[in-house]
């Protein structure tokens, strides 16, 4: 931040973002340092302060590099419930936690996943095109006119890719439940833009074995996933798996299988580049097969090792609840644009000071919270 003012007030947000009991709102942030008058100060420092939010991101992201690199990046979408629909970018929206249509906004997290923790690092608020089409919420908001419409998949993908070009930092595997998602616009995006993927998919996806297992009458046959996986059940491996838990988690022996496979015909056309991909099996021991599918490019590592990395979801989801809930990252109870980024980032950092002072919630009541 390039004022002493604004360093001071960015250090007060996020110590009551730390601090704070209950809802990080700036009026209970503002109750620990001076009532009313500090109240509009950090108002102003939020939604009206000229403070760019993208270096501090970024510096955010190059200090956790230092101290703990990143394995992978994992995409996490996050709805914040709102009761009116005055909030930027508030619209109709399904949640899948409660299984119901409500007012939310929508945005989607990169979050850098190290063998430690994980930690958000850049956030894109999703607008719907009635947001971005309205002349008046626009300008009320303060939306950029850069600001264009995208689905919820390329908004996630466009954080990454931000990162992954502009802020100096390693290439790292982007990890993401695409079970919902165009799973062909998604590896053309990330293709394109040589980063590799781990993408969970769907049962349905079409998809066709181009590599030895699968017997000769159906390769090159293009077929669900789940019907090439069940095919592929003579392939099957235990692996050792661990999951997230107290002192390491549970350790126990799955299965996993995985196939050379390529995209429809149709849809590999369009792909600027057609890395070999792989689909990867997941189950258990007596249970149902395939309980996971996953698409990759990574070809390079055993599936053990790939399935280590599928579990990153469940770290973020560990410490989304544990954590970033907890420092308020949907507390955010303002109007405009750049007031929920620069929330956001602060949030980020509060996370960041909390997993790394080792503040954060024990492992065994996150679990409960999830």
Request: with cysteine.
């Amino acid at each position: 931040m390039p004022r002493s003012d604004q360093r001071r007030r960015g250090l007060e947000y996020v110590r009551g973002l730390l601090g704070v009991e209950g809802r990080k709102s700036i009026r209970n942030i503002s109750s620990l340092f001076g009532g009313e008058a500090a109240e509009q100060s950090l108002h102003h420092f939020i939604s009206g302060s000229t403070w760019d939010w993208e270096p501090v991101r970024r510096s955010l992201a190059r200090h956790l590099e230092e101290i703990s690199p990143a394995r992978a990046y994992v995409l996490r979408p996050m709805v914040i419930p709102k009761a009116g629909d005055s909030s930027v970018g508030v619209d109709r929206r399904f949640c899948p936690s409660r299984g119901q249509m409500m007012n939310a906004q929508q945005a989607v997290g990169v979050w850098a996943v190290s063998d430690e923790h994980s930690t958000p690092i850049n956030w894109r608020l999703h607008l719907p095109e009635t947001w971005l089409d309205d002349k008046t919420r626009r300008r009320r908001a303060a939306i950029p006119e850069s600001v264009l419409p995208e689905t919820l998949d390329q908004a996630g993908i466009e954080a990454y890719l931000d990162v992954a070009r502009n802020w100096g930092l390693p290439m790292r595997p982007v990890v993401m439940d695409a079970r919902e998602s165009d799973v062909a616009g998604a590896v053309r995006l990330l293709q394109a833009a040589d980063a590799l993927m781990l993408l969970r998919v769907s049962t349905n996806l079409r998809l066709a074995a181009v590599g030895p297992g699968i017997s000769r009458t159906a390769a090159g046959a293009e077929m669900a996933a789940h019907q090439l996986m069940l095919m592929a059940r003579p392939l099957r491996q235990p692996v050792i798996q661990r999951q997230p838990g107290p002192g390491g988690g549970a350790v126990h022996t799955g299965l996993t299988a995985t196939v050379r496979v390529r995209l429809p015909r149709r849809t590999a056309r369009r792909l600027s580049s057609q890395r070999d991909l792989l689909l990867l099996g997941v189950g258990e021991n007596g249970g149902r097969w395939p309980a996971e599918l996953w698409l990759t490019d990574i070809t390079d590592l055993r599936p053990a090792q790939l399935l280590r990395m599928s579990r990153f979801i469940d770290r973020v989801d560990l410490d989304f609840a544990g954590v970033a809930e907890r420092v308020g990252i949907r507390d955010f109870s303002g109007r405009s644009y750049r007031g929920w980024h620069r929330h956001a980032t602060l949030a980020s950092a509060a996370h960041a000071i909390a997993v790394l002072s080792g503040t954060a919630e024990p492992e065994t009541e996150v679990a409960k919270a999830s």
